[in-house]
T-cell receptor, first 116, second 113 residues
Framework: NAGVTQTPKFRVLKTGQSMTLLCAQD?????MYWYRQDPGMGLRLIHY???????AKGEVPDGYNVSRLKKQNFLLGLESAAPSQTSVYFC???????????????FGQGTRLTVV | SQKIEQNSEALNIQEGKTATLTCNYT??????LQWYRQDPGRGPVFLLL?????KEKRKERLKVTFDTTLKQSLFHITASQPADSATYLC????????????FGAGTRLAVHP
């Protein structure tokens, strides 16, 4: 199993450009999350999804959109990139935390995005 | 305001000693509390989970306690090794059907030979 795979691993964007980050998981997980990680600030939740076709806002959703058209994929879009969106982005997935025996979230390897 | 606090200063300890990391939270009602390890350039990796009705959990050299009255969790690594050096993140799964998994900023642990 590949687990959680993020594409791309690195990207440099110019201010105002758009892009989509792809997260794919092969564990049949219901939940998927997008986080950004900045120095000294830990992981901040951008958007998340508790099932195919559903999404919800996290702590820092502004400037981002998401879609979950297929259970295994969770896309994060930046419509008009800004330097403040320079960060490392992590995707995670898990079974429903309320499923019997469910426990952890599995993370991808991260996408390092620089907006110049 | 809601927040999760972990000691932002690095914890430096000697090999063989017990490392204790703290996670405090305010204005949250977590169903679960989790601890993750993160190495530089990598995604976090799950270590332990403790539920709101549990006081203590153990796994090999790791121990987690959870005090919902104090709104605090302590994470212990006994007989620490240099390989335990990493950043440790505390995470709350919020109850009430929100299904949000919220993280603290993490504490960096350095174990010296």
């Amino acid at each position: 199993n590949a687990g959680v795979t993020q594409t791309p691993k690195f990207r440099v964007l110019k201010t105002g450009q758009s892009m989509t980050l792809l997260c794919a998981q092969d564990m049949n997980h219901e939940y998927m999350y997008w986080y950004r990680q900045d120095p000294g600030m830990g992981l901040r939740l951008i958007h998340y999804s508790v099932g195919e076709g559903t999404t919800a806002k996290g702590e820092v959703p502004d400037g981002y959109n998401v879609s979950r058209l297929k259970k295994q994929n969770f896309l994060l879009g930046l419509e008009s990139a800004a330097p403040s969106q320079t960060s490392v982005y992590f995707c995670a997935s898990s079974y429903s935390f309320f499923r019997q025996g469910a426990s952890e979230a599995f993370f991808g390897q991260g996408t390092r995005l620089t907006v110049v | 305001s809601q927040k999760i606090e972990q000691n932002s200063e690095a914890l430096n300890i000697q090999e063989g000693k017990t490392a204790t990391l703290t996670c405090n939270y305010t204005n949250y009602s977590p169903a679960y509390l989790q601890w993750y390890r993160q190495d530089p350039g990598r995604g976090p990796v799950f270590l332990l989970l403790i539920r709101e009705n549990e006081k203590e959990k153990r796994k090999e050299r790791l121990k987690v306690t959870f005090d919902t009255t104090l709104k605090q969790s302590l994470f212990h690594i006994t007989a620490s090794q240099p390989a335990d050096s990493a950043t440790y993140l505390c995470a709350l799964l919020l109850s009430g059907g929100y299904n949000k998994l919220i993280f603290g900023a993490g504490t960096r642990l350095a174990v010296h030979p």
